[in-house]
């Protein structure tokens, strides 16, 4: 019965061992199952990771590319910007001497402005100015016994035959002869004058001849710094015919009074001969007559004229 009973028991221990043998194989099996299953992942994860990688890879090559192509931009871009800074400064050079011609250019400009004071809207070329007058600025010529004694110039102020001129030019004559720039004479009769204005009215008898009176103006509306045109016979030469005005040009200097007289100051030239002769502005007005010049050896452009004005009111009584 004992011997029954450990066979038993030893059958028993057996399949006891036997089953824990296969539990534990299954077990075994079971892990390295899912041993396999994590090397499987592992390798799956492995093997994406390499792709992942080679991506990468390409990636950095792709980008490095993008650097080398950008760095040989940027190197295109940093000659270009060298020949754009040469030409930068190549304009900054021109610039300077532009500044330079400039204010040499601003300053011509401003010069002529000055020069060009006092003429406005109504102004006229100087030579319209002179053609304007021209042909009522006359030569005079004063005679005692058909003996020259004197000369100077004179203005018509009256198709009537009218001559305006300098009592010092006439003083003492007895005859009078007015010349057009034409080379026509006439005989002229002194009608009446101002000796301490200076002032003498010639007539003379045009005949059938057409004469161009001068265009008087209103010396109240001179200023200083106004252009001016001087228009007279200075100096003449023998008797060459026809006489033709000699004209100079300058500024109103300045407004003066002389022993109760007032005067338009020129740096127009005004010689022996312009006496008598039309002080004309750049509207081709007669704004005074040319009467005398300062003679000093020390001081130049110094002319007088008296004023239009003045002018009016002694041969207005004269003029129908």
Avoid at 98 to 112: A, Y
């Amino acid at each position: 019965m004992k011997k029954q009973l450990g066979v038993i028991i030893a059958l028993t221990l057996v399949g006891t061992l036997a089953l824990a043998n296969t539990l534990f194989s299954y077990d075994l099996f079971r892990q390295q199952n899912d041993y396999l299953d994590k090397i499987e992942t592992f390798e799956n994860k492995n093997s994406q990771l390499e792709k992942d990688l080679e991506e990468s890879q390409q990636k950095v090559a792709d980008a490095q590319k993008q650097i080398d192509s950008l760095t040989d931009e940027q190197k295109h871009f940093e000659g270009e910007m060298q020949v754009v800074t040469e030409v930068i400064d190549d304009i900054t050079g021109q610039l300077a001497s532009f500044d330079i011609e400039s204010e040499t250019i601003s300053l011509d400009i401003e010069e002529m402005r000055e020069m060009l004071a006092g003429v406005d809207n109504g102004a006229l070329s100087v030579r319209a100015a002179i053609a304007e007058n021209k042909p009522a600025v006359v030569y005079v010529e004063a005679k005692v016994f058909e003996t020259f004694i004197s000369s100077g110039s004179g203005v018509i102020v009256s198709k009537t035959g009218l001559v305006i001129t300098n009592h010092h030019v006439v003083e003492l004559s007895d005859s009078v002869v007015v010349t057009l720039n034409t080379g026509e004479s006439f005989q002229a009769e002194l009608i009446d004058y101002d000796k301490d204005r200076d002032l003498a009215l010639l007539q003379i008898d045009p005949g059938s001849k057409e004469l161009t009176e001068a265009n008087l103006g209103d010396s109240d509306e001179i200023y200083q710094g106004e252009a001016t045109l001087a228009l007279g016979h200075p100096l003449p030469l023998g008797d060459a015919l026809p006489r033709v005005p000699v004209v100079t040009r300058g500024i109103v200097s300045a407004l003066k009074t002389f022993e109760g007289y007032f005067y338009i100051q020129t740096d127009t030239a005004v010689n022996p001969g312009n006496s008598g002769g039309a002080l004309v502005n750049l509207r081709g007005e007669v704004i005074g007559i040319n009467v005398a010049r300062y003679a000093d050896a020390e001081v130049e452009g110094t002319g007088f004229a008296i004023p239009i004005n003045d002018v009016n009111s002694f041969i207005e009584q004269h003029i129908d």
